[in-house]
């Protein structure tokens, strides 16, 4: 999700032709025309750009000099390192590459330092050659500023965010995995890491489809084509809807009628799979999106035939917590790959930011692996969108919920054990 919104430059660079220029810092970077900037936000003290070209990306971080070195801009992990190098460029940097190789990922990671700022670039392409062609562009396309003439990042983002969460529950059963998967996601993006959403949340015994409906109304009135919007649902589901209240494809046209530049949307459920077929049926209003400047994620805790499976009984850190506290399997899985597990999980660079793609692979996997299920996913969005940054330690530990200190089979023993009492059929 974008954290920041900066100024755009393009115009001509003493080329033949328009090209794509940007002023960051110390530095102007100019990209042949091809390339597209699909993201510019700030968090903190760390500007960010993301950049795309067909399947080929790039991503640049500056941030302002720190004591340490390169140990906190990025991290290289469960990537085999394949080739170590210095990029000479100018007097003043020079770039130190490495190339990685997780699966069949190909990645290459620069990092230089001037004497005010750590700049790192992240370069990603279909071929193993491409990744070399693309921080070579990069970096022959980059001059010095004038102190005098250095650009700063632009205005801050102007728009609105927003996370409405709800869920139901009935006779008590799930309850509790329904109050803390929405209170995990909610506790993530209304604080500062996930974007600072204007946050709802809607669930419990006394409420009805009535309050959210008016909720939907309430954010649609404000809501402008520069705003977000972030929805976690969770409870019992059947092949047309919610228990809750909306149906499948009621859910699916209040957020298509939204104008919000981006809108994420992650329903538990089970059978919640025919959400993801509905969106697919209007495939046709939101499948231009992306070439628009707009994003659609829509992800459901399992395929469209699949029951949804419940999470580990108890959270380590609320060891008298109610039953349920750690969430659903899917909704555990988010949870995890939301507080920083997912940094790394396509290509192993730990950046520190979690794209769209990171959090969608590792819930994948960790759903099948302890629910059983398959999460379903469609939409319109580039996959190395950022959408979260990283929390701190301390700042995970002070969260609502989490089960940080157990380990994946100590929770997949209990959620087998909860499963042969309570798997809905």
Known sequence: ????????????????????????????????????????????STELLGFEK????????????????????????????VKEYVYPVQSKLKWLV??????????????????????????????????????????????FLNASTRSLTGPD????????????????FMGNEVKYDIAHTHDVFTKEMGGNYLGTKINGSQVDSADLYKKWEEV???????????????????????????SYNKIRDNALSYPAKEIIIFTMACYSGNLVDSFNQKKSIWQDWQSQGRTLMVMASSQANETSSTGPIHDS?????????AGSAFGHSLWKALIGHADGA???????????????????????????????????????????????????????????NLSEDQILEKIRALDAEWRLK
């Open 346 to 404: 396509v290509d192993g660079i730990k950046d520190y930011f979690l794209s769209l793609a990171e959090i969608r692979e590792f819930t994948i996997k960790l759903t099948q692996k302890m629910g059983d299920h398959t999460p379903s996913v469609t939409g319109a969005y580039n996959d190395n969108l950022l959408m979260v940054k990283v929390p701190s330690k301390q700042y995970r530990e002070a969260l609502l919920g989490g089960t940080e």
């Open 220 to 246: 649609k009135s404000v809501m402008t084509d520069k705003d977000m919007y972030v929805q976690y649902s969770s409870g019992h589901g059947s092949h047309t809807g919610l228990m809750f209240g909306p």
């Open 98 to 143: 490495k190339e990685t190789l997780k699966e069949n990922i190909s990645t290459h990671v620069a990092f230089a330092r001037t004497e005010s700022f750590d700049y790192l670039m992240i370069a990603r392409g279909p071929q193993a050659e491409s990744p070399r062609q693309i921080l070579q562009e990069a970096i022959t396309g980059m001059d």
């Open 157 to 172: 983002y102007s728009g609105k965010k927003y996370y409405v969460g709800f869920g139901d529950y009935l006779s008590g």
């Open 317 to 325: 850190e609320e060891p008298q917590g109610p039953s349920g506290s």
């Open 1 to 44: 999700m974008k954290l920041a919104s900066l100024c755009l430059l393009v115009g001509l660079t003493g080329l033949s032709s328009f090209a794509l220029e940007i002023k960051i810092e110390e530095l102007s970077l100019r990209l042949s025309p091809q390339w597209r900037l699909h993201q510019q936000a700030k968090h903190q």
């Open 54 to 81: 067909e399947k080929s990306y790039l991503q640049v971080y500056v941030r302002p000099l720190t004591a340490s070195y390169q140990s906190e801009l990025y991290e290289i992990s469960e990537a085999k390192i």
